[in-house]
């Protein structure tokens, strides 16, 4: 979206925003600019005729920066902190778990100042970017990471980077990847990015707003995700009440006999899941032994989630006729990880007409009828 500013009497101007429910309630909220102009700039489309439109490069103190080229070895607080992309978490804050240092020497040429903006230049982060703070200490910017200084006078690294949180910005990161066989947005291209500039004082005025706007959805998401934790909370609460003391709350009880456990309705009874299951590991894979004779589709543990499976784009390989009986799998099986996060599970409902399973999954098929995976 085009970013709204302060209109001629003191209110936020309209959004140029993209066509949706949540785009046309919030231009509902804000009054109209007397005037707009057609940027030039398709994927930004009208902006107020007031506003400059000025490439990135042009508005900086000294030219875009890229990091250095160190391996991120050192865990020394006396030293530079060294930023990388993996260390910029999604709501724009440093994680202090993968903090890393640098040596003084090879930090020197990338120290980072209050306000520089650090844009992610390849990979899956390509147009990620980041406003450092000096509350966070001495730091330098690695090398898959580009430093834009912005000349102060000239525009608010505030609000450049709220820019690039925008949807215009990103429409503007798509037409680069049209061009490109590789993710991949070097200096030069950040530096041709064309930004709408208002007014110093208003330029401060939509940073406030959003500020004060943003952090209201952050207040609102937050209370829904922990609304969401304490459901989940209850959800398995209710699943381990009921599969390890039932549904009738005055049922004599016994002890089970099992630490982990506790008491059990004296009813019931315990007994190791070998006894009840079928246990068996999936075929071991050999890529070098494939013919490509007896193919067939196989789950990895990638594809056993929490109560789900993938069964989209699986990968084959051969099963020889008396494999294909031993490893087949049929509605019903029980699907356990034996790595990764290990104990994960899924049934098989039948999703594929053929499938088998690889090493790192554990099956469990019920011995008796009786038996409920579920």
Same mark, same amino acid.
């Given at each position: 979206m085009a970013v709204g500013s302060l209109g001629s009497d003191g209110g936020y101007g309209a959004m140029n925003m993209a066509h949706d429910g949540v785009g046309e309630a919030l231009s509902r909220r804000f009054r109209p600019y007397p005037a707009y102009k057609d940027s030039g700039v398709e994927w930004l489309g009208q902006i107020p005729a007031h506003w400059a439109l000025c490439r990135l490069k042009f508005i900086l103190q000294e030219p875009l920066h890229y990091g250095a080229n160190e391996p991120a070895e050192q865990v020394d607080e006396d030293l530079p902190r060294y930023i990388r992309i993996t260390d910029i978490s999604d709501d724009g804050r440093l994680r202090g778990e993968t903090f890393r240092s640098i040596p003084e020497a090879v930090a020197k040429p990338h120290l980072l100042q209050d306000g520089d903006i650090l844009f992610a230049r390849s990979g899956a982060t390509v147009g990620k970017t980041f406003r450092y703070e000096s509350r966070w200490g001495r730091a330098a910017h690695a090398g898959y990471l580009i430093r834009a200084r912005l000349d102060r006078q000239a525009c608010s690294s505030r609000f450049v980077q709220f820019f690039t949180t925008s949807q215009s910005y990103w429409n503007w990161m798509r037409s680069n990847f049209? /061009? =490109?066989?590789? /993710?991949?947005?070097?200096? +030069?291209?950040?530096? !041709?990015?064309?930004? *709408?500039? *208002?007014?110093?004082? +208003? /330029? /401060? =005025?939509?940073? !406030?707003?959003?500020?004060? +706007?943003? =952090?209201?959805?952050?207040?609102?998401?937050a209370r829904k995700e922990r609304l969401i934790e304490l459901l989940q909370e209850k959800r398995n609460a209710l699943i381990a009440q009921a599969v390890t003391r039932g549904l009738d709350p005055g049922v004599p009880m016994k002890e089970s006999g099992v630490e982990w456990l506790g008491e059990i309705p004296s009813h019931w009874e315990v007994a190791p899941v070998y006894a009840r299951y079928e246990v068996a590991l999936g075929k071991m894979l050999d890529a070098k032994r494939v013919t490509g004779e007896s193919l067939g589709k196989f789950l990895r543990n990638v594809d056993v989630q929490w109560d789900a499976l993938n069964v989209d784009d699986l990968p084959e390989m051969d099963f020889s006729p008396s494999e294909r009986n031993r490893y087949l799998l049929l509605k019903g099986d029980l699907l356990v990880c034996e790595g990764g996060e290990v104990g994960r599970t899924a049934i098989w409902n039948g999703e594929l007409d053929e499938c088998f399973y690889q090493k790192a999954i554990h099956r469990l098929r019920p011995r008796s009828v009786s038996e409920i995976p579920r």
């Open positions: 049209i /061009q =490109a066989t590789i /993710q991949n947005v070097s200096a +030069e291209r950040y530096g !041709n990015l064309q930004i *709408p500039i *208002p007014k110093p004082r +208003e /330029q /401060q =005025a939509i940073v !406030n707003h959003l500020y004060q +706007e943003t =952090a209201k959805i952050d207040r609102l998401v």
